[in-house]
């Protein structure tokens, strides 16, 4: 069974730094991609932030320079590094992951980061940049 769990949200303020933790499930030998995706009421869920098995990573264009996406294999743990957080960060953070995928070109990877392409997601973790 694939659990993601997500933590590290909280109440922050503007220009801090904050990073996010989500564990995920592995299946020996199985390639996967793990994202990172942000959603406020009344909108779409937005890609943030990718990584596949071999570490291929790939950020939204909007966030590049601000987002960092690691992961430790050897504990199954995924990280969102956020620096120089805005308002506009205001969000519910969800972590998600689909099996058997991997990111073949810079292009697929753009591709993936978006939230139809995951079918597995944790539950979320708030995070709230205030003024």
């Known amino acids: 069974e694939v659990q993601l769990v997500e933590s590290g949200g909280g109440s922050v303020q503007e220009g801090d730094s904050l990073t996010l933790s989500c564990t995920f499930s592995?299946?020996?030998?199985?390639?996967?991609?793990l994202g990172w995706f942000r959603q406020v009421p009344g909108k779409e869920r937005e890609g943030v932030a990718a990584?596949?098995?071999?570490?291929?990573?790939v950020v939204a264009d909007s966030l590049k320079g601000r987002v960092t996406i690691s992961k430790n294999n050897a504990n199954n743990t995924l990280w969102l590094q956020i620096n120089s957080l805005k308002p506009e960060d205001t969000a519910m953070y969800y972590c998600?992951?689909?099996?058997?995928?991997?990111?073949?070109?810079?292009?697929?990877?753009?591709?993936?980061?978006?939230?139809?392409?995951?079918?597995?997601w944790g539950r979320g973790t708030q995070v709230t940049v205030s003024s």
């Open positions: 998600a992951q689909e099996m058997g995928s991997e990111f073949y070109s810079d292009d697929d990877a753009r591709r993936k980061l978006a939230a139809g392409m995951y079918a597995y």
């Open positions: 990584i596949d098995r071999a570490d291929r990573t």
């Open positions: 592995t299946y020996a030998n199985m390639r996967y991609i």
